[in-house]
């Protein structure tokens, strides 16, 4: 890909209710700091893809597919369920200079996923308070998954959110 083709990239968004508590949690991985685009920085789980495997993407079908590979390589090929399209942006104001374009999704895992230490060194289920801690002083902002997904969570009522089991 060249400096100006757009980094295209799905998002997976697993949140739920905590439990023996009245808020909502996501699940949150730590990119390996090898990683090219935000080395060491708490994310949501993503893979980029090629325009042309999801060319509507509302698009489930199109969509679990790069899911399906996201699980191959990076959980252990944990099986992900893909439920529904949440929001989509983009934004060409982060460190790489590039028009990045992301698509996020409500996922679930059949299982805790195995991570692959390649590509994610950690994972924690966090609220937005736990995850604004956690990320507070971190050295590199955090992305437009962060912000698509806050965003998300404000416009459709916060720790309201449709929680029920997908």
Known sequence: MGKNTPIR?????????????????????KRADSMENYPGVWSLPSIQYDPSEIPDPLDLDAVSRVFARM???RFGGTPITVH???????????????????????????????LDPRFYTASEWLTPYEFELRTVFAPLPCGLCTKLWGHYQREHGGDDLDLCSP
């Not at 990239?9 to 991985?29: C, F, M, P, W």
């Open 9 to 29: 990239a799905i998002i997976g968004v697993s949140y739920r209710r905590r439990q023996r508590a009245d808020l909502s949690e996501t699940y949150y991985v």
């Open 84 to 114: 529904q399209h949440l929001v989509t942006g983009s934004s060409d104001r982060n460190p790489m200079g590039r028009m990045v374009e992301l698509a996020l999704y409500r996922i679930s895992f059949a299982t805790d996923p195995m």
């Open 71 to 73: 699980s191959a390589e």
